[in-house]
């Protein structure tokens, strides 16, 4: 199939002359741009999309966490100690899935066990503040993960760290 792209300025009574069917460039502008309007309302924003699943995903690795920590407490009195970013509390892989991990794609999660020996400054029976923390570089995972989870927990932002408090002691 051939196009042509020679405007006809001049037309007989019957159109174009027999060999020179076709498109003109004009035809060809206002289907392309007639698609591509309708390719943007037809098409959800599948970036904010990819983004929600991926929050979607953190936030129940947070809560498979969340469920391990409360059933190491039931079980020994005590919570989980702090460990480093990433790296799973000891103690606390036998109530984690078998393969989890502390580290997703962009992001690692972290369990803090905050000793407070003084306490809170307006609260100076609280000894200590149980956070889950989730690290990461993309802002948009990170305040996506802010969102969902903010509702359930108190969420605190400071630089690449979103960190929601679990309870206190």
């Known amino acids: 199939m051939t ?5 006809h300025r001049h037309r007989g009574r019957h159109g174009p002359a027999a060999g020179n069917r076709g ?10 741009m007639l698609m591509g309007t309708l390719g943007r309302i ?16 953190v936030v129940a690795h947070v809560q498979v966490l969340q469920l391990a920590v409360v059933t190491y407490q039931d079980d020994h009195g005590t919570w ?8 799973v ?4 892989e036998r109530y984690l899935p078998e393969g989890f991990d502390m ?3 962009g992001y690692r999660l972290d ?10 400054p307006d609260h100076p029976d609280i000894g200590g503040l149980l956070a889950f923390s989730v690290v990461t570089e993309d802002r948009e995972l990170g305040l996506a993960t802010r969102d969902l989870l903010s509702g359930a927990m108190p969420a605190y932002v400071l630089d690449d760290r979103y960190t929601f408090v679990f309870a206190h002691n």
């Open 103 to 105: 580290t997703g794609a």
């Open 111 to 120: 369990w803090d066990n905050w000793v407070l020996p003084d306490g809170l």
């Open 3 to 7: 196009f042509s792209w020679r405007l």
């Open 23 to 32: 498109f003109t460039f004009v035809e060809l502008l206002t289907v392309v």
């Open 89 to 92: 509390p000891d103690g606390l």
């Open 80 to 87: 989980p100690e702090d460990a480093y970013t990433g790296v």
């Open 42 to 57: 037809a098409a959800p924003d599948f970036h904010e999309l990819f983004v929600q699943a991926r929050a979607q995903e």
